[in-house]
């Protein structure tokens, strides 16, 4: 059974710092392109960052680029989410995904993933 279990989330003031872990069992990911979405009550889920199978720079939301880093060590079938600078705007809870491909255009959006975590909560206070 493919599980995908996200952890590091929690409560820090606005400025601070969260690294998000997003380890996957069941099945290695270390061919399938990763990603990280949010979702704050009453919205959609949205993209926030994603990166190839490979590794490499990631590619980010405008509204979190320059701020978080995504990156993945597959020999520990685990993805991370680095967050500085952290904003209000930023309080969602944070969900990872994985694909079944390399990478394609849909990686942007939640149906480019097959594997989904359960999500752990960012609250970013003032």
């Known amino acids: 059974q493919v599980q995908l279990v996200e952890s590091g989330g929690g409560l820090v003031q606005a400025g601070g710092s969260l690294r998000l872990s997003c380890a996957a069992s069941?099945?290695?990911?270390?061919?399938?392109?990763m990603g990280w979405f949010r979702q704050a009550p009453g919205q959609e889920r949205e993209f926030v960052a994603a990166?190839?199978?490979?590794?490499?720079?990631?590619y980010y939301a405008d509204s979190v680029k320059g701020r978080f880093t995504i990156s993945r060590d597959n020999a520990k079938n685990t993805v991370y989410l680095q967050m500085n600078s952290l904003k209000p705007e930023d309080t969602a809870v944070y969900y990872c995904?994985?694909?079944?491909?390399?990478?394609?255009?849909?990686?942007?959006?939640?149906?480019?993933?097959?594997?989904w975590g359960q999500g752990t909560q960012v609250t970013v206070s003032l």
């Open positions: 995904a994985a694909a079944r491909s390399a990478w394609d255009i849909r990686v942007f959006t939640t149906g480019g993933y097959d594997y």
């Open positions: 069941g099945r290695t990911f270390s061919t399938s392109a």
């Open positions: 990166i190839r199978w490979s590794g490499g720079s990631g």
